[in-house]
């Protein structure tokens, strides 16, 4: 059974930093592109970012581009997301997904739970 | 980037009702178009891929079709549990872009 699981989470003030974690279970993990979605409050689904399943090719969203850094430890079969210059409106609900195929970034076939970032002072 | 226009953005509905949800997109995306169901506090679970394929375990009473820029998510006999807030999302074009999302109530 796929598992991911978000860490991480928690209220951090503006302009700070933070790094989510997302542990994979269930499936050959260095075999897939993953994924970070976020969903602010109340609002619809944003992606955010994906890696390759080598890591070697990374793509962002315009609005976290140059802010935050996606990375994958195939060892420990996790996921990462660096945060840093965090703003209010990077205040969500981030979910780690699991994209359907191999290649490029497509869609999720698996979701974990979702883990809340609250940047407020 | 690719614009996904849903709509209606909510819908009421009776048990037993047909719901028709609609997607454009601001370019022709072939048919690479998701659907996915998100229920209150969950994350979103996907229903629908390449338009119109049923992923596995999921209800024949749900559909997709179109191809293009215009698509179509159906539930053809609406039930209590189908209450939720759907998205559409586009895979032709990074960055990845969802629709806005219609949240479904029970009338």
């Known amino acids: 059974e796929v598992q991911l699981l978000e860490f991480g989470g928690g209220l951090v003030q503006p302009g700070g930093s933070l790094r989510l974690s997302c542990a994979a279970s269930?499936?050959?993990?260095?075999?897939?592109?993953m994924s970070w979605v976020r969903q602010a409050p109340g609002k619809g689904l944003e992606w955010v970012s994906a890696?390759?399943?080598?890591?070697?090719?990374?793509y962002y969203a315009d609005s976290v581009k140059g802010r935050s850094a996606i990375s994958r430890d195939n060892s420990k079969n996790t996921l990462y997301l660096q945060m840093n210059s965090l703003r209010a409106e990077d205040t969500a609900v981030y979910y780690c997904?699991?994209?359907?195929?191999?290649?490029?970034?497509?869609?999720?076939?698996?979701w974990g739970q979702g883990t809340l970032v609250t940047v407020s002072s | 980037d690719i614009q996904m226009t849903q709509s209606p953005s909510s819908l009421s509905a009776s048990v037993g009702d047909r719901v028709t949800i609609t997607c454009q997109a601001s370019?022709?995306?072939?048919?690479?178009l998701i659907w996915y169901q998100q229920k209150p506090g969950k994350a979103p679970k996907l229903l629908i891929y390449?338009?119109?394929n049923l992923e596995t375990g999921v209800p024949s009473r749900f559909r997709g079709s179109g191809s293009g820029t215009d698509f179509t998510f159906t539930i053809s006999s609406l039930q209590p549990e189908d209450i939720a807030t759907y998205y559409c999302?586009?895979?032709?074009?990074?960055?990845?872009?969802f629709g806005q999302g219609t949240k479904l109530e029970i009338k």
């Open positions: 999302q586009q895979y032709d074009n990074l960055p990845l872009t």
């Open positions: 390449d338009a119109s």
């Open positions: 890696i390759s399943g080598s890591g070697d090719r990374t």
């Open positions: 269930g499936f050959t993990f260095s075999s897939y592109v």
């Open positions: 997904a699991k994209v359907r195929d191999v290649g490029e970034p497509d869609y999720f076939d698996y």
């Open positions: 370019q022709d995306i072939s048919n690479y």
